[in-house]
């Protein structure tokens, strides 16, 4: 309700003149209330869209050659493989890869014959381009963790927003669900789950009651159910945080082994760029950029050799990679639009001459 509305008196205790005077004044408020409040409105991000995070950073960092061979190993709602196509040529080439069908789903809209897109999660590039006879790409792009549409999907379950079956699997047509993991797992091994993945300091805690709610018979189903039981063992969190943020974080990255996915994937992207070839990584959690981080800095500084050993600076092992630039973060402008960029972190690294 608009303020000053409900209290507004009526016509009928005023006098006629009065009344007149007082009913414009009221209407001019609440149409000047009403205009402010849709301007407002207008202003506000629409958040149950997806808004592709680093668009224009993220294809410029490929340094897209027209006639190159391209990698979008998280395809999502496409925007950049969109992107990447309207920098290729007419020979150029883009492979996507996504393990959602809903991301699958909405590939159709791009009629492109230079474009191909692969049920697989990106871990699978090696050999999903080997059957396609593909060896060598000029680029390879990873949007990593959740998109928007899957956590404004209620019935998929990553989101504490709604009441909704406990799924959180990314690809839905198999492998288990975050129901089916709290309903086998232990205490001990929930605990490391949620602090290693979600790195919550109440870990021990939340597992205890998760595990104590399920062996009394009450099976956790809902996500409704799993962000009331954390919330009654967290006792201290983040102001403007939900309680259960960490644990919901922690459960969706077990579920479709996110973090071994990347580990996996890393070498891949070595070995199948060609030289000068760029790799392009957006990461959204501390955990994900670390893994990107330290594989980038192992293969750019290969002189693992102890200190003071003699051998010449020309026999040194040479760096594979090199790191391009420092990483990037969203602009604040993008924050605003779109507050879910605001923890991207894009790292860029190019593929050295040596094999």
Not at 58 to 85: E, M
Not at 154 to 167: K, W
Not at 176 to 200: D, H, P, R, S
Not at 278 to 304: G, M, W, Y
């Amino acid at each position: 309700m608009i303020k000053g509305v409900s209290s507004a008196p009526t016509k009928a205790s005023l006098s006629p003149n009065k009344a007149s005077a007082k009913d414009a004044l009221i209407l001019k408020k609440l149409s000047l209330e009403v205009s402010v409040l849709n301007s407002n409105l207008k202003e506000l991000p629409n958040i149950d869209s997806h808004i592709t995070v680093l668009l224009d950073e993220a294809v410029h960092a490929l340094a897209v050659k027209p006639d190159g061979v391209y990698v979008d190993g998280t395809f999502g709602r496409g925007g950049h493989s969109r992107k990447i196509l309207e920098k290729l040529g007419s020979h150029g080439r883009l492979i996507a890869f996504d393990r959602d069908l809903k991301a699958i789903e909405s590939s159709i809209t791009i009629n492109d014959q230079r474009f191909t897109m692969v049920h697989s999660h990106f871990a699978g590039m090696q050999v999903k381009l080997a059957e396609m006879g593909i060896f060598q790409v000029d680029g390879i792009l990873l949007d990593l963790g959740i998109s928007s549409p899957q956590i404004d999907e209620a019935s998929r379950g990553f989101s504490f927003r709604y009441d909704a079956p406990l799924d959180m699997r990314m690809d839905q047509s198999g492998g288990q669900t975050a129901a089916e993991f709290i309903a086998a797992t232990t205490e001990q091994q929930l605990a490391e789950v949620i602090k290693n993945y979600g790195e919550e300091r109440f870990a021990k805690q939340i597992a205890r009651a998760v595990i104590a709610e399920r062996n009394d018979g009450r099976a956790i189903t809902t996500t409704g159910q799993l962000a009331k039981v954390v919330a009654g063992a967290v006792t201290r969190f983040e102001p403007g945080q939900n309680p259960a943020t960490r644990t919901f974080q922690a459960l969706r990255i077990h579920v479709n082994q996110e973090l071994e996915e990347l580990t996996l994937a890393m070498p891949q992207c070595l070995a199948l760029l060609a030289p000068q070839g760029r790799l392009a990584v957006i990461s959204f959690h501390s955990l994900e950029d670390r893994i990107v981080k330290q594989f980038v800095r192992s293969q750019a500084n290969r002189d693992d050799l102890p200190a003071n050993f003699p051998v010449r600076a020309v026999d040194l092992p040479q760096p594979k990679l090199k790191s391009v630039g420092k990483s990037i973060k969203p602009s604040s402008k993008e924050v605003k639009c779109n507050p879910r960029s605001r923890s991207a972190v894009l790292r860029v690294a190019e593929r050295t001459y040596v094999a």
